[in-house]
């Protein structure tokens, strides 16, 4: 996805563990290089050398740069990791809801001096080996980020960005604005007048879900006078008082080197890099005085209280749809001990089911789910507890509930248990989460986190001192301090009442469609005329190709700097107790992944939504040894996670054949490996299904879950729905969202009538589920371990049952399809797909090809950019599955048109040598994404499961280094025969499907409306 706005940027790295990285999996080697010579002190290419250190932590060296000539700031995390990052950071606070920050993240990215292509990002995305590249605003900085493991193309990237970011052609090109942010659009004078742009319409989709209306209205709630109460991704009812003034006067005050962060990570040559940035870019500006500085918020003398709304849709029950926060704002990012206990009392509160706030709430039938959100991506942090599903009449004993039980744990304190298990769930989540293979990338979050507000940039990289620290202050009741003073004594605090209001959205299109007729009313006819021509023209120029010479300007690589081999996962073999083990043995430091694949395949056709139940009941009831909350302790204190996840793997051109399993994934540092073991064994062999109210509580918060991710992945509903139209495989994975949904629905609306049903139908899954029969179980870790496994796997697989039960045959009804599924939302979402192997076709490497020319040529170029959607994206797989997906679309009708007219453009496809050469770059930049070992090691599995092998894969990659233009053009039939078998899900506003009913066989709420 491009440019990651700051609402899924804060949803992804929201919790503090992101950017802590307590212990990383990797550790790096010292580096003999020319950095060696570097001095404190001295100048580098116009860098000055202010500090250095080692941070032994993530095992790198820091230095700390000042570029003395524009006096631009300058970081180097030096280490061994080949996989290389670089970014350009720019404080930018907002000053109202136009978004202006985030259009400019999008802006600058369209060309610029050096560059002068339309869009020197797609181009740059389709034709690198780049590992990681985006952009993204965030509250109050605008990041611009890119990764990649091959040194020159990590150079090509690097230069793209700084002249993007400092020689845009925002300047000269008044079309970009208009593209990229808001625009009237006038096809005709007799037609609507209507507004459009990217950033419109992404924030349209953004902030269509209630948990986006929370977050805003809670920011506001805490920071009436502070940068905070803007959106800085942008409001779409203010977005379109962005003048074109503004917009670049906003530029040039923030992006100047002077108030610019660089950061630079990984094995890497700082002084050739230097050498770089200096003489290409920073040698060419002054220092200039400006003044980004970001100023708190005055604390409050009492709590605020703000009641707002959100839309559902017109005609839909208002019970039980009121969401309760209470936030609080938690001192600044320079108090670096207690956000970091913080982290762990967050934790201590709502880590589990049974931590003591998140069961209290849920206990005092405050809502169906309870949750908290620590966000440190401001300068001062701010804390929130929430409940949905409520009600606002519930607000006074919403905030009893909670200060009673803060009152209660600082009187009687946490047990040992407790903070042990939050600690080691604290330790191996983070390092989890820092291991990963574009770990360059989070660390240049945590570097931000105190730069950004003129702290030491490596603050948060190194956390051992502090968390030692807070151990040994436990005794002094540290937590219990905490609680004091940030939540039950602080009066800088909110109370939100986030309230449903039915129609909500309807009536707001009807406003914004008589303002636009009004306004266009108020225009002569001669400024109708204008803006018609300058709609024509703004299309003319959208849709005018680049130059030759404009694209020849952009650095490129060649085939000769791919790696023609693929990378090989190692795979061993093995067998325990007659159970088939995967040994995939891979250094992790200490760290065991264990996955174990149980067949489903035996579970009864009218039992299959029970195994969704199942999966969301293990590890949450009681077992015959542990009640709810103590195995919630062991858990916690002995593994990473346990989770259960029924999933399906497709056999590897197998006309439809797929293997359905219920994955148990465990992760567990080492030493605790055998008590992992036997807690497994415990959930699935003696979980009991006999607590009525637990289950029930069990049943109301995955309801409330899947209520949110409707909201909140329209696209994947769309994408989810479509498929199950055409397959087998996808009609059983359909089964987890809406149809679980209202299975679910129906359950908790006559529970007491069903409840023995469910006990029964449970244990009956439960038995069949869970047999040796089949069962593959794999490894990750260390290879000096694996014999620690063994041992520890054996003291259960005697344990795991022996029964034999018999494939079932699945008859599923396909008479449904082309559904309209309605939400209060401003956008669509729309899914057209079929099966190529039902037309006659093979699945080949050069697909892979044609998948990249689509997504980065055609549907980049129709459906966002003259679209003005969020994104839209084809994909194909060896299974037959051919996919072309949108989100966050303003468009319908104009949208399947765009992608029945997919054939039109590919018959007249032709691309030189070079072209093909760069589309080849990008196909293979993308399959060769870097994988930290737990990826490994589930994709290594999922290829030995669906039957793929080496030479498979071996043989994809060479049909994709092979692939010429008269191939791409040969898949013209096949997709427009796919096309033509008419098989679609539109997922979005409830208005714009019911304007266009006549496109559905069926138009439905997407969620239950009563």
């Given at each position: 996805m491009k440019r990651v706005h700051q609402s899924i940027f804060k949803r992804v790295i929201s919790t503090l563990l992101i950017f802590f990285n307590l212990l990383i999996l990797f550790p790096f080697n010292s580096l003999a290089t020319n950095e060696d010579t570097l001095k404190v002190g001295g100048v580098y290419s116009g860098f000055k050398l202010i500090s250095q250190k080692n941070i032994n932590e993530i095992d790198s060296n820091t230095m700390v740069f000042n570029h003395e000539k524009t006096g631009a700031r300058l970081i180097f995390l030096k280490n061994n990791d080949t996989n290389k990052t670089f970014s350009i950071n720019f404080r930018t606070p907002p000053k109202d809801n136009t978004g202006v920050n985030h259009i400019i993240e999008h802006s600058v990215l369209n060309g610029s001096k050096k560059y002068p292509v339309k869009d020197p990002f797609l181009q740059m995305n389709k034709q690198s080996l780049k590992t990681f590249l985006n952009a993204f605003t965030a509250s109050d900085y605008t990041s611009y980020p890119v990764s990649s493991k091959n040194e020159k193309?990590?150079?090509?990237?690097?230069?793209?960005?700084?002249?993007?970011?400092?020689?845009?052609?925002?300047?000269?090109?008044?079309?970009?604005?208009?593209?990229?942010?808001?625009?009237?659009?006038?096809?005709?004078?007799?037609?609507?007048?209507?507004?459009?742009?990217?950033?419109?319409?992404?924030?349209?989709?953004?902030?269509?879900?209630?948990?986006?209306?929370?977050?805003?209205?809670?920011?506001?709630?805490?920071?009436?006078?502070?940068?905070?109460?803007?959106?800085?991704?942008?409001?779409?009812?203010?977005?379109?008082?962005?003048?074109?003034?503004?917009?670049?006067?906003?530029?040039?005050?923030?992006?100047?080197?002077?108030?610019?962060?660089?950061?630079?990570?990984?094995?890497?040559?700082?002084?050739?890099?230097?050498?770089?940035?200096?003489?290409?870019?920073?040698?060419?500006f002054d220092k200039t005085n400006i003044n980004t500085s970001i100023k708190p918020q005055k604390s409050f003398t009492k709590k605020q209280i703000v009641v707002d709304k959100y839309p559902i849709s017109k005609g839909s029950s208002t019970k039980n749809k009121t969401f309760l926060s209470l936030n609080y704002v938690v001192d600044t990012v320079k108090n670096k001990e207690d956000i970091l206990g913080f982290a762990i009392l967050d934790k201590l509160l709502f880590g589990t089911d049974n931590s003591p706030l998140k069961k209290a709430l849920i206990e005092n039938q405050l809502g169906n789910t309870a949750y908290s959100q620590l966000d440190v991506q401001k300068l001062q942090p701010t804390y929130s507890i929430v409940v949905s599903n409520s009600e606002e009449s519930k607000k006074d004993k919403f905030e009893k509930v909670i200060k009673k039980t803060l009152k209660e744990i600082v009187k009687n304190g946490f047990d040992k248990e407790s903070l042990d298990a939050a600690f080691n769930s604290y330790e191996i989540s983070t390092r989890l989460e820092n291991s990963g293979a574009s770990r360059g990338i989070g660390y240049s979050g945590s570097v931000m986190l105190g730069w950004l507000y003129d702290q030491d940039p490596t603050l948060y990289l190194e956390h051992n001192k502090d968390?030692?620290?807070?151990?040994?202050?436990?005794?002094?009741?540290?937590?219990?301090?905490?609680?004091?003073?940030?939540?039950?004594?602080?009066?800088?605090?909110?109370?939100?009442?986030?309230?449903?209001?039915?129609?909500?959205?309807?009536?707001?299109?009807?406003?914004?469609?008589?303002?636009?007729?009004?306004?266009?009313?108020?225009?002569?006819?001669?400024?109708?005329?204008?803006?018609?021509?300058?709609t024509n023209e703004?299309?003319?120029?959208?849709?005018?190709?680049?130059?030759?010479?404009?694209?020849?300007?952009?650095?490129?690589?060649?085939?000769?700097?791919?790696?023609?081999?693929?990378?090989?996962?190692?795979?061993?073999?093995?067998?325990?107790?007659?159970?088939?083990?995967?040994?995939?043995?891979?250094?992790?430091?200490?760290?065991?992944?264990?996955?174990?694949?149980?067949?489903?395949?035996?579970?009864?056709?009218?039992?299959?939504?029970?195994?969704?139940?199942?999966?969301?009941?293990?590890?949450?009831?009681?077992?015959?040894?542990?009640?709810?909350?103590?195995?919630?302790?062991?858990?916690?204190?002995?593994?990473?996670?346990?989770?259960?996840?029924?999933?399906?793997?497709?056999?590897?051109?197998?006309?439809?054949?797929?293997?359905?399993?219920?994955?148990?994934?465990?992760?567990?540092?080492?030493?605790?490996?055998?008590?992992?073991?036997?807690?497994v064994e415990e959930i699935i062999n003696k979980s009991k299904f006999d607590n009525k109210q637990n289950i029930k509580k069990l049943i109301n918060e995955k309801i409330s879950e899947l209520e949110s991710v409707v909201n909140n992945y329209t696209h994947s509903i769309?994408?989810?729905?479509?498929?199950?139209?055409?397959?087998?495989?996808?009609?059983?994975?359909?089964?987890?969202?809406?149809?679980?949904?209202?299975?679910?629905?129906?359950?908790?609306?006559?529970?007491?009538?069903?409840?023995?049903?469910i006990q029964k139908n449970l244990n009956e899954v439960s038995n069949?589920?869970?047999?040796?029969?089949?069962?593959?179980?794999?490894?990750?870790?260390?290879?000096?371990?694996?014999?620690?496994?063994?041992?520890?796997?054996?003291?259960?697989?005697?344990?795991?049952?022996?029964?034999?039960?018999?494939?079932?045959?699945?008859?599923?009804?396909y008479s449904t399809k082309n559904e309209g599924l309605t939400l209060s939302s401003k956008v669509q979402n729309i899914a057209k797909v079929y099966d190529f192997t039902k037309l006659g076709y093979d699945y080949s490497g050069k697909m892979k090809v044609l998948n990249n020319i689509l997504?980065?040529?055609?549907?980049?170029?129709?459906?966002?950019?003259?679209?003005?959607?969020?994104?839209?994206?084809?994909?194909?797989?060896?299974?037959?599955?051919?996919?072309?997906?949108?989100?966050?679309?303003?468009?319908?009708?104009?949208t399947l048109n765009v992608f029945d007219k997919a054939p039109d453009y590919l018959r007249n496809f032709k691309a030189n040598d070079k072209d093909m050469t760069n589309h080849?770059?990008?196909?293979?930049?993308?399959?060769?994404?870097?994988?930290?070992?737990?990826?490994?090691?589930?994709?290594?599995?999922?290829?030995?499961?669906?039957?793929?092998?080496?030479?498979?894969?071996?043989?994809?990659?060479?049909?994709?280094?092979?692939?010429?233009?008269?191939?791409?053009?040969?898949?013209?039939?096949?997709?427009?025969?796919?096309?033509?078998?008419?098989?679609?899900?539109?997922?979005?506003?409830?208005?714009?499907?019911?304007?266009?009913k006549d496109l559905f066989n069926s138009v439905k709420s997407a969620v239950n409306n009563e």
């Open positions: 193309d990590f150079f090509n990237l690097m230069s793209v960005y700084l002249d993007a970011v400092f020689y845009p052609n925002i300047y000269d090109n008044p079309y970009i604005l208009m593209q990229e942010g808001w625009r009237h659009e006038l096809t005709s004078k007799d037609a609507p007048l209507k507004y459009n742009g990217i950033v419109y319409s992404e924030m349209k989709g953004a902030l269509s879900s209630p948990e986006s209306a929370l977050h805003s209205t809670i920011n506001a709630s805490l920071f009436p006078n502070s940068i905070y109460k803007w959106n800085s991704g942008g409001d779409p009812d203010s977005i379109p008082n962005l003048t074109k003034e503004q917009f670049l006067n906003t530029h040039k005050e923030y992006y100047s080197p002077s108030n610019s962060y660089i950061y630079l990570y990984g094995n890497l040559d700082i002084l050739k890099s230097l050498k770089f940035i200096d003489e290409e870019y920073l040698n060419n968390i030692n620290n807070i151990k040994k202050k436990i005794e002094k009741k540290y937590f219990e301090n905490l609680i004091e003073k940030y939540l039950l004594n602080n009066k800088h605090s909110s109370l939100v009442i986030l309230k449903p209001s039915p129609g909500l959205e309807e009536s707001k299109n009807t406003e914004l469609k008589k303002k636009l007729e009004d306004y266009k009313k108020s225009l002569s006819p001669k400024e109708i005329e204008n803006l018609v021509t300058q703004f299309k003319k120029w959208q849709e005018t190709p680049d130059s030759e010479e404009a694209l020849n300007s952009l650095p490129s690589l060649s085939i000769s700097d791919i790696s023609k081999s693929i990378e090989k996962l190692p795979t061993v073999e093995r067998e325990i107790d007659n159970i088939k083990i995967l040994d995939h043995s891979l250094f992790t430091n200490n760290i065991t992944f264990t996955n174990m694949y149980f067949d489903s395949s035996g579970i009864p056709q009218d039992k299959l939504l029970y195994l969704h139940l199942l999966s969301d009941m293990l590890g949450k009831v009681s077992t015959e040894k542990y009640d709810e909350k103590t195995l919630s302790k062991l858990v916690s204190s002995n593994t990473g996670s346990i989770r259960f996840n029924p999933k399906t793997f497709s056999k590897y051109k197998g006309n439809g054949e797929y293997y359905p399993k219920l994955a148990v994934s465990l992760n567990s540092l080492d030493e605790n490996l055998l008590k992992s073991f036997e807690l769309a994408l989810s729905r479509a498929i199950s139209y055409i397959s087998e495989e996808g009609k059983y994975n359909d089964l987890s969202i809406i149809e679980y949904y209202n299975f679910l629905r129906d359950l908790n609306k006559n529970y007491d009538s069903k409840f023995n049903d069949i589920i869970f047999n040796k029969n089949n069962l593959i179980v794999s490894y990750t870790g260390d290879k000096e371990n694996y014999s620690k496994f063994e041992k520890s796997f054996k003291s259960i697989s005697s344990k795991i049952k022996d029964g034999k039960f018999e494939p079932q045959k699945y008859e599923f009804d997504n980065n040529d055609y549907l980049w170029q129709e459906v966002r950019v003259k679209g003005g959607a969020y994104g839209g994206m084809f994909d194909i797989a060896p299974t037959g599955r051919l996919v072309f997906l949108s989100y966050r679309d303003p468009n319908l009708k104009e080849i770059i990008g196909t293979i930049g993308n399959i060769d994404a870097p994988l930290d070992p737990n990826q490994k090691g589930s994709i290594a599995d999922m290829y030995y499961i669906s039957n793929i092998t080496d030479e498979d894969l071996q043989k994809e990659r060479d049909e994709i280094l092979n692939t010429k233009s008269e191939d791409i053009v040969s898949y013209t039939d096949m997709i427009e025969k796919a096309m033509k078998e008419n098989y679609y899900c539109v997922v979005g506003s409830e208005s714009k499907i019911n304007e266009n």
